[in-house]
């Protein structure tokens, strides 16, 4: 069955060159499902805190401090006006400033000038190292959650990663790894305003409560509509993944060394340009739409907001003039609510900020969230060494998801233990796809697959796969030294450079490393700085010493010599045949002048075994091995 994604089953095609068929619109998630968003913050905070306790920890108390400041700086500044106001209608006032000095009557406002200079200093200190903390903590938070990502991803299904919507899945949680601590100092800045707008209020309860009540209610519109068009935008940026997938790819596809020679031979630039632009204009127009949307509706209500601040500062002059306030209390109630209405404006926006960057991190933990299918069981078997009866398929039935018909099936016949089998038939015979179900990358929808007489299902999956050395035609071309390519067939063994350079002369990709300017040490690929690039031929033999490298019960090369020359190809599966002495192997070609050399072949077609038998024995009977053959050897008259 085809899994289902978090993105609520939508079928995202995303496909290159296809021209948008619907224009991007926001479609604005529901309240029940943006409050719902919020379960992930209890996570998220885990998440960071487990990264670095003792960061985390000096955040928070360095915010709490910091929290405290401005209304001990605006309360201090009040006391500086009231003593400059008391000062200024002392009686019979010295005339010069000796005389103020020497009467003790500067005493109070030096201090209090003196302390308010420091707590400005203070402040500045505070947001400093803040700052620095916070920065050191969002590098651990994002290599954390990468290395996270990265080691789910691994343990999930070969289907996984085929599927489009789960791509999509992935590059949404891919961005999410990096830039969510503006979130986590989103929640760390509430936590300080918070403590900030307890220490005002309790100031405003003793002069005058009511106005907290009329600031709220002139900023709550301002609250809504931020919270409107966040839910908005994160809709806009989820819906248009696949696009955005495209949208990379194309960029990627126009200028990389990769796709250099087609793009310029075939002359696709214009080509790959256009798309780009038209896809880049689609988001740009979609995002203009929603900004101006937001552009307007934000200032209008502003204005309520600036309305409810003006009301309460003449309220505050209105008392001040009627002797019920001093001069000292006019400034700091007037400071204090103009911070109060700028960090209630803050939170209430924080709070709805928060909001939709807690539905991002859905996109986030909903990835952690997909299970594989393909799992050990709990109390696995071992691994037989050494294998003694071999590999059995009885009536095994595969599909891949979403496809119209079987990739196999009623696939039935024995890999003996020592045996070397070859499998040949045309494509889309099912030839990969065996070699899939094999190594388990897949399970069979019908039938099973015995090993020593035992369901595959019933061994260690690590195991199993670590006792197969399979290279498949379309290998991974590593960006990393020569040394390094052939040790990723045994990366635990990296450093055993004896294994390493036999496995090298195994595959006689020691010939093509010997060329090399600094031998296993050299950069492959011309990715990166002093790169060297490969011939396709050359690319192929390091790729087959990986699988000499594992030294694995169990042998598979599928077709991966289809870059070389016949006589190369000849060459590398004789040695190929005499180095899987004694082991299980399978090989798949299409040049028969190569798999006449094994044990046994097998001819696919349509998924299921149409024939089986030596070169000899396949040849003496009329059928599509002796056609085939016949067909290619026509090619060499």
């Known amino acids: 069955m085809p899994r289902q994604y978090s993105d609520g089953g939508r079928n995202a095609s995303g496909s290159f060159g296809r021209t948008p068929q619907r224009p991007f619109t926001a479609t604005s998630k529901s309240l029940k499902e943006r409050v719902g968003a919020l379960k992930n913050l209890r996570p998220f905070i885990v998440m960071v805190w487990r990264t670095s306790p003792q960061l985390t920890a000096a955040s928070l108390v360095l915010r709490l401090l910091r929290a405290l400041l401005p209304v001990i700086t605006l309360f ?11 000062l200024v209608q002392t009686p019979h006032k010295p005339e010069t400033l000796r005389q103020w000095l020497d009467g003790g009557l500067l005493d109070w406002l030096g201090l209090l000038l003196i302390a308010e200079f420091a707590l400005a200093v203070l402040a500045d200190i505070l947001g400093r190292i803040v700052s620095l903390v916070d920065s050191l903590l969002s590098e651990r938070v994002t290599n954390s959650s990468s290395v996270r990502l990265m080691e789910h991803a691994a343990t999930l299904d070969l289907e996984d990663f085929e599927d489009s919507e ?5 590059e949404r949680a891919r961005r999410q790894t990096s830039g969510r601590m503006t979130l986590m100092g ?5 936590a300080q305003d918070i403590v900030t707008v307890a220490s005002f209020v309790a100031g405003f309860i003793f002069y005058a409560p009511w106005l907290i009540a009329l600031l709220l209610l002139a900023l709550i519109p301002a609250f809504v509509g931020e919270a409107h068009f966040n839910a908005q935008s994160y809709s806009l940026d989820f819906v248009r993944t696949p696009e955005r997938r495209e949208l990379d790819y194309v960029r990627q596809t126009a200028a990389s060394v990769e796709t250099a020679k087609e793009v310029k031979i075939f002359g696709l630039n214009g080509f790959l340009i256009d ?27 502003t204005a309520i907001g600036t309305v409810g601040y003006y009301l309460a500062y003449a309220y505050i002059a209105w008392r001040t003039l009627a002797g019920e306030f ?3 209390d006019l400034t700091f109630l007037a400071g204090s609510f103009r911070r109060l209405r700028t960090l209630f404006e803050g939170l209430l926006t924080s709070f709805s900020t928060t909001a939709s960057q807690a539905l991002y991190l859905n996109d986030l933990f909903s990835f952690f969230e997909v299970r594989p299918e ?33 990739a196999v099936r009623h696939l039935s016949f024995t890999l003996h233990a020592g045996e070397v089998l070859a499998l040949v038939g045309e494509n889309g015979a099912g030839k990969t796809t065996l070699v899939k179900l094999l190594t388990r990358l897949y399970d069979p929808d019908e039938g099973r697959i015995l090993l020593d007489g035992h369901d595959l299902r019933e061994y260690d999956l690590n195991a199993l796969r670590g006792n197969m050395g399979v290279i498949f035609q379309d290998f991974v071309r590593y960006n990393l030294s020569a040394g390094d390519n052939i040790a990723v067939g045994k990366i635990a063994a990296r450093s055993d450079h004896a294994r390493i350079e036999r496995a090298a002369r195994r595959s006689q990709a020691d010939e093509v490393i010997s060329r090399l300017p600094t031998g296993y040490q050299q950069m492959i690929g011309k990715r990166f700085k002093n790169g060297v690039e490969l011939s396709g031929g050359e690319w192929q033999k390091i790729a087959i010493a990986r699988a000499y490298m594992r030294e694995a019960a169990v042998l598979i090369l599928d077709e991966p010599t289809a870059a070389l020359d016949a006589r190369s190809e000849f060459e590398v599966f004789k040695r190929f045949k005499e180095l899987s002495d004694g082991k299980t192997a399978v090989l798949i070609s299409h040049r028969f002048s190569s798999v006449r050399m094994a044990d046994r072949i097998l001819v696919l077609a349509d998924g299921m075994v149409e024939a089986a038998g030596t070169h000899d024995q396949l040849m003496a009977q009329p059928g599509r091995y002796s056609e085939l053959f016949e067909l290619q050897a026509a090619g060499y008259r």
């Open 186 to 190: 989103q929640l760390l800045g509430q």
């Open 166 to 170: 789960f791509q999509d899945q992935l």
């Open 76 to 86: 201090v500044g009040k006391l500086i006006v009231d003593q400059v106001v008391l």
């Open 374 to 406: 393909i799992l050990s069981p709990d109390n696995p078997r071992p691994f037989p060494q050494p294998i003694r009866r071999g590999f059995v398929f009885e009536d095994v039935g595969f599909s891949y998801p979403d496809a119209d018909r079987w």
């Open 275 to 301: 798309r780009y632009v038209r896809l880049a204009t689609d988001f740009y127009a979609a995002n203009r739409r929603l900004a101006i949307r937001r552009a307007g509706w934000g200032g209008m209500f």
């Open 326 to 328: 001093s001069i000292g």
